[in-house]
T-cell receptor, first 109, second 116 residues
């Protein structure tokens, strides 16, 4: 079993829809990252969370430490949101970073 | 501009020919790390460094070496590359190690390496 599981693996939605991507992990963590990777390959950090909720524009990230679960939400989705979204956790014990396999999001105009 | 710079961006080499991928950051970050990304396997951490002269193995360190002699540089060395090291490599840095809140990861643009 992977230590970081993301769902869904692939998601296609219409422009304007509300999007939720989930991340569950099984290890103790000090932080959780949400990353975005566009088709060109570059990786951008969207959020770093250790508790609670963060919002940036149309993106919202939440984390529940007790349940070892995080969600990334996109409101009013747009075709430019099409990308791979990756969840990554930073172990509290050894500072290693473990990645989920990513969620490929495709927003149709 | 604050950034992480990797070189080369693309490289084709042959088995056994030593190569170095450089990584440099201009943000005075303490934490630096290397990852490889492979289809179906996602991103995996190779090595990381909490500060100068401190390095630790990630999940897939075999076949790689690193050094951290200066804060800004963290080169990845493949002493004897093999075809299974063909991959897309990313370097990243962050300000400090946990539990500081200011540790968002900044990634380089990636280096695509092919070993024939």
């Amino acid at each position: 079993k992977n230590e970081v599981e993301q769902s869904p693996q692939n998601l296609t939605a219409q422009e304007g829809e509300f999007i939720t991507i989930n991340c569950s992990y099984s290890v103790g963590i000090s932080a959780l990252h949400w990353l975005q990777q566009h088709p060109g390959g570059g990786i951008v950090s969207l959020f770093m969370l250790s508790s609670g909720k963060k919002k940036h524009g149309r993106l919202i990230a939440t984390i529940n430490i007790q349940e070892k679960h995080s969600s990334l939400h996109i409101t009013a989705s747009h075709p430019r949101d099409s990308a791979v979204y990756i969840c990554a956790v930073r172990g509290w014990r050894d500072d290693k970073i473990i990645f989920g396999k990513g969620t490929r999001l495709h927003i149709l105009p | 501009e604050a950034q992480v710079t990797q070189n080369p961006r693309y490289l084709i080499t042959v088995t056994g020919k030593k190569l170095t991928v450089t990584c440099s950051q201009n943000m005075n970050h303490e934490y630096m790390s290397w990852y490889r990304q492979d289809p179906g396997l996602g991103l995996r951490q190779i090595y990381y460094s909490m500060n100068v002269e401190v390095t630790d193995k990630g999940d897939v360190p075999e076949g790689y070496k690193v050094s951290r002699k200066e804060k800004r540089n963290f080169p990845l060395i493949l002493e004897s590359p093999s075809p299974n090291q063909t991959s897309l490599y990313f370097c990243a840095s962050s300000l400090t190690a946990p539990p500081s809140g200011a540790n968002v990861l900044t990634f380089g643009a990636g280096s695509r390496l092919t070993v024939l």
